[in-house]
């Protein structure tokens, strides 16, 4: 899945977006310490378009999508909305770009409140934003539970009486109710079983068709970005250190990281024998930040002056950038 | 072809194994009827959902069914030709951990909190290796580090769990495992709490040992992406049973039964472009309330009358390649 669907317009663009943690440390936390989460990432999304987010835990994807849907603050940067500065947006405005950007979380079993009906969890936006009766309100929940392969008599149920993937498409009728532009799905299949996920998948696949839903997808198994996504950002300690489409990035990896993750996943047939690109130590804690390169202590490929200077974004190839001093220094 | 790898002897060999828990709800069938060899320096993989009794089979090798509500109700355990299931706690215990070690999913639960690294591996070596003085055992537990490649080993040892990265634990849970040099590794999702790189490192670091000491090793898992990197066979279970078995190249190449079929064909790849994956429908069967017959029929796309009322016997397909479906017969 490629090409396609990606001529529309921009949605969604975050520029130099930035989260830093303060953290306390020693007697009394009087020194603190600033945990760098999220460094500076930018990115946009089109209308109709799946970007997916990857990387390993602590790489600050969660983080960043957090904060597109302003569950957190950032400390810098900002996200325009079709256009709109989402950050200054106050009032009735602030709540109708909440209303367009949903969220599907990994967990279907702490995700839904196990005291509602399902027909009262998906009907609960419903109730806040728009002033429905009752009976709009019951054929809206009923057309929702439909456009995700659940039955309108699903509704008077309780989420533990659902498997797995069922809670997941309750959860995702939820993220639809309110008619969204972008839906965050972070890790939406990773918690289910394998002979569920491909249902899931496809059907958040279909939706997108038919609503032209935009997608935030992270996810850490790159056999499902490749499915899902049309454009893949790669993100190493609060960076995005390359970016492109998606067969282009996977069947083109510039960045020493993109290559070596690329390489550590599992094969998909034991014939496949994958050159191992062996990192050396582990992911350096985001309080004490490598300098230059910050990935240059792990870069098989690292040269002297990776450690004085952080490389800038550079696009090597059409729509295919990447931040690596390999491919041509930046000033 | 060369598909058939060659491997010595077996060494574990499980007969028409049944695992059953009595519930409020009716009798769990968690594990019924479960037979497979594992042979010395082989890898095997048991692949299944949630449910699917991949865990219990392993559990009921072990012995470490909880009791009440489970029972072993039937079948043999041979290792090296003697029936573990008949074996008494003393026996056993002198079989866990020495013969046959496990290695958890969750490093964090599975070490304890309070406890040096180096007061666990040494726990482990003392219950089963008489050593002559202190100093041997600290010896052996910085040469058992040292195997897994921790670094700093001498070092390490007087760290607590928490201050080791996720990968790190999880290499002295290994180290533990093998501190006793065990005929048989079990290894139930070792690597799916940790990140890509560092599952990629652990995996090589677990062949690369077994290479060493000529372990066998069971690997339980839900990921096909293992099982192709890691197993020499595979074993596929749907609820309770082993519904296809054979070389992983065999499974890979010509799988044989639709539940199998249908899995590896709903898996995305990494290496190409799929336009839509198979989506198996319906949900995994309940355990406590299956369906008479073969439990895969009311999902799968091959099923007719025989299927729902009659479970299917187990033909072989091919040399060493074995099925379990009405369609095969």
New interface residues.
């Given amino acids: 899945?490629?090409t396609n669907a990606t001529n529309g317009q921009v949605l969604l663009e975050a520029r130099d977006l930035k989260k830093y943690f303060p953290v306390g440390r020693g007697l009394f936390r009087r020194t603190t310490l600033l945990l760098k989460a999220v460094d500076g990432v930018s990115f946009s999304i089109r209308q109709g378009e799946t970007l997916g987010l990857v990387g390993?835990?602590g790489c600050g994807k969660t983080t960043t999508a957090k904060m597109v849907l302003l569950l957190e603050p950032p400390t810098a940067g900002s996200i325009l909305f079709e256009g709109q500065d989402v950050l200054r947006l106050r009032g009735p405005e602030r709540k109708r770009y909440r209303q367009s950007v949903q969220a599907v979380f990994q967990d279907p079993w702490a995700s839904l409140n196990p005291r509602m009906r399902v027909g009262k969890i998906i009907a609960e936006p419903l109730d806040i934003n728009l002033k429905l009766s009752p009976r709009e309100t019951k054929e809206r929940v009923a057309k929702l539970l439909q456009d995700v392969g659940l039955n309108p008599h699903h509704a008077n149920l309780y989420p533990h009486e659902f498997?797995g993937?069922?809670r997941q498409r309750i959860a995702i009728a939820r993220a639809l109710a309110l008619n969204p532009r972008l839906i965050v799905l972070d890790e939406p299949v990773s918690a289910l079983?394998?002979?569920?996920?491909?249902?899931i998948?496809?059907l958040l696949?279909d939706l997108q068709g038919q609503y032209n839903l935009s997608y935030l997808l992270i996810a850490?198994h790159?056999?499902?970005v490749?499915?899902m996504c049309h454009r893949v950002a790669v993100m190493y300690l609060g960076r995005i250190v390359e970016e492109g489409e998606t067969?282009e990035l996977?069947t083109n990896p510039l960045h020493p990281y993109t290559k070596?993750?690329?390489?550590?996943?599992?094969?998909?047939?034991?014939?496949?024998q994958r050159e191992?690109i062996?990192?050396t130590g582990?992911v350096p804690s985001p309080l004490n930040l490598p300098t230059g390169c910050r990935f240059h202590p792990r870069c098989p490929w690292a040269m002297p002056h990776c450690s004085q200077v952080e490389p800038t974004m550079r696009e090597v190839r059409p729509g295919h950038r990447v931040a690596c001093h390999l491919y041509g220094s930046s000033a | 072809m060369g598909e058939r790898t060659n491997h010595g002897d077996v060494l574990l060999r499980v007969r028409d194994l049944r695992t059953y828990f009595y519930t409020r709800w009716g009798v769990v069938k968690a594990v019924d009827g479960v037979s497979f060899d594992l042979h010395r320096g082989e890898t095997l993989g048991i692949v299944g959902e949630s449910g699917s009794g991949k865990s219990v089979t392993v559990l009921s090798i072990m012995r470490l069914i909880p009791s009440p509500p489970g029972r072993i109700v039937g079948g043999e355990v041979l290792l090296d030709g003697e029936n573990l299931l008949a074996l008494d706690e003393g026996e056993m215990q002198k079989v866990r951990g020495k013969r046959i070690a496990l290695i958890l999913q969750d490093p964090m639960t599975s070490l304890n909190p309070v406890f040096t690294i180096g007061d666990q591996v040494m726990e482990a070596i003392r219950i089963h290796q008489k050593l002559p003085s202190r100093k041997a055992l600290v010896e052996r537990a910085v040469e058992v580090l040292k195997q897994v490649r921790i670094p700093a080993a001498e070092t390490r040892l007087r760290d607590y769990p928490h201050q080791l990265s996720g990968g790190m634990r999880q290499r002295v849970v290994g180290a533990i495992g093998i501190s006793c040099q065990p005929q048989v590794l079990i290894a139930d999702e070792p690597t799916t709490s940790l990140d890509a790189t560092i599952q990629a490192q652990y995996l090589r670091l677990l062949k690369t040992i077994q290479q060493e000491t000529g372990l066998s090793i069971i690997f339980i898992t839900h990921d096909f992406g293992i099982v192709a990197k890691m197993c020499d066979t595979v074993a596929v279970m749907y609820a309770g049973r082993i519904v296809e078995k054979g070389d992983v190249r065999q499974i890979f190449n010509r799988p044989a039964h639709p539940y199998t079929q249908a899995l590896l064909a709903s898996v995305p790849k990494l290496e190409e472009d799929v336009e839509r994956l198979y989506s198996i429908p319906g949900q995994p069967p309940v355990l406590h309330d299956l369906p008479p017959g073969c439990p895969f029929a009311p999902r799968c796309a091959y099923a007719y009358d025989r299927c729902k009322v009659e479970y299917p016997p187990t033909v072989e397909v091919e040399q060493g390649h074995t099925a379990a479906c009405w369609k095969l017969v």
């Fill in positions: 899945m490629t390993e835990s498997s993937g069922q079983d394998v002979s569920i996920r491909a249902q998948m496809n696949k850490h790159l056999a499902t490749r499915y067969r996977f070596a993750l690329l390489s550590a996943a599992l094969p998909s047939h034991p014939d496949i191992e062996i990192l582990e």
